[in-house]
């Protein structure tokens, strides 16, 4: 009998030990933000990456009654700015607006970090879509001309990205996988040189975000042969996609997503994904920017679990190609 009495108030005790934690998560969800987010971006102001995250900051001040700032820490294609956030305290008040590279850059670098293990991903911002560019001089016109050129003069052509280990970089090594064409990698320091050169024939082809290019193709300075997506752009809808242009399991858009250090309450993480997707659904300035700038909504709910298995997949996709085409970075 005095067993069963105590058993009960074990049990007891663990209910309203529950209970509180229930409460106290329930609270916290309900609370924050109670001060000012910050959003770690690990690239310079001006930026498409920096952008994302200035866009954003401001809606989610205005729907969280709370400010939101954007700190730029540079580095190491955003390594530097992705470590300071996976070393934060895990309250939700320090936030990395990361991109594509977040995922690329966990099998080219040697990280004191791991990105699935230690960043917890909470809502993709928007994707933005490559495309495939040749200099206009270039006797190519669609894909398949340039894959047959380049085989009948192996390594002499060139595909230009804005540094080793880019997003830029890593498409057109898989671009070479998918189609056995040989093209010699040409690192810059940024898609500015590189573009600039890619207009003056120093380099042959390149495959970087649509937005900025597609003036340079509209003016007919340089040739747009295939868009990286898995469907036409709206804004550029006369540019077939590499799919369509023949090469197979082909799919590929930068894109820029919001990740918390791991071990963020669930209720902080959840509160942040909902205002995120509710400022993509129904705020027209944030819809308008996107337009401007040729961003487009993130693929699927963008739910948490959604987000999740997305980032793995990109994970895996990216280390695969890493590996493939051997590409490190010390």
């Known amino acids: 009998m005095k067993n069963l009495k105590l058993m009960g108030r074990r049990a007891a005790m663990l209910a309203v030990c529950g209970g ?3 409460a106290s998560t329930s609270g916290l969800a309900q609370e924050y933000p109670a001060k000012p987010v910050k959003l770690v971006v690990g690239y310079a102001a001006g930026g498409a990456t920096d952008l994302s995250a200035r866009m954003m900051a401001d809606a989610l001040s205005r729907s969280l009654g709370q400010t939101f700032i954007v700190e730029n820490k540079p580095g190491a294609n955003s390594n530097i700015g992705a470590e300071s956030v996976v070393r934060s305290p ?4 320090t936030l990395f607006v990361g991109s594509i590279s977040t995922a690329i850059n966990q099998a080219v670098y040697k990280l004191g970090f791991d990105a699935s293990r230690d960043l917890l991903p909470v809502a993709q911002l928007n994707l933005v879509p490559n495309i495939l560019a040749v200099n206009a ?14 085989k009948s003069k ?21 671009f070479k996988l998918r189609t056995g064409a ?14 600039s050169d890619l207009l003056g024939g120093q380099v042959s082809a390149m495959l970087d975000n649509l937005p900025p290019l597609l003036p340079q193709i509209r003016s007919g300075k340089l040739k747009g042969l295939a868009v990286t997506t898995a469907k036409r752009v709206p804004f550029a809808a006369d ?5 369509e242009a023949g090469v197979a399991d082909f799919d590929v858009a930068a894109w820029f997503a919001v990740f918390a250090p791991a071990g963020t309450p669930r209720a902080v993480v959840e509160k942040v994904n909902a205002a995120i997707n509710d400022a993509l659904k129904n705020n027209p300035d944030i819809q308008a920017k996107y337009a ?5 909504m993130p693929a699927g709910d963008n739910s948490l679990a959604s987000f999740k298995d997305f980032f793995q997949s990109e994970l895996e996709r990216w ?3 890493a590996k493939a085409a051997k590409v490190t970075i010390d």
């Open 20 to 22: 509180m934690a229930v």
């Open 90 to 93: 895990a309250d939700g008040y």
């Open 137 to 150: 001089s270039l006797p190519v016109n669609n894909v398949a001309d340039l894959v047959a050129y380049a």
């Open 154 to 174: 192996p390594e002499q052509l060139s595909c230009a990205s804005p540094g080793s280990g880019s997003s830029a970089h890593l498409g057109c090594e898989l």
């Open 182 to 195: 040989k093209m010699l990698h040409v690192p810059y320091r940024g898609s500015g040189p590189a573009v």
């Open 239 to 243: 540019i077939p996609t590499m799919q």
């Open 292 to 296: 401007q700038n040729g961003f487009l």
């Open 319 to 321: 280390g695969n190609v």
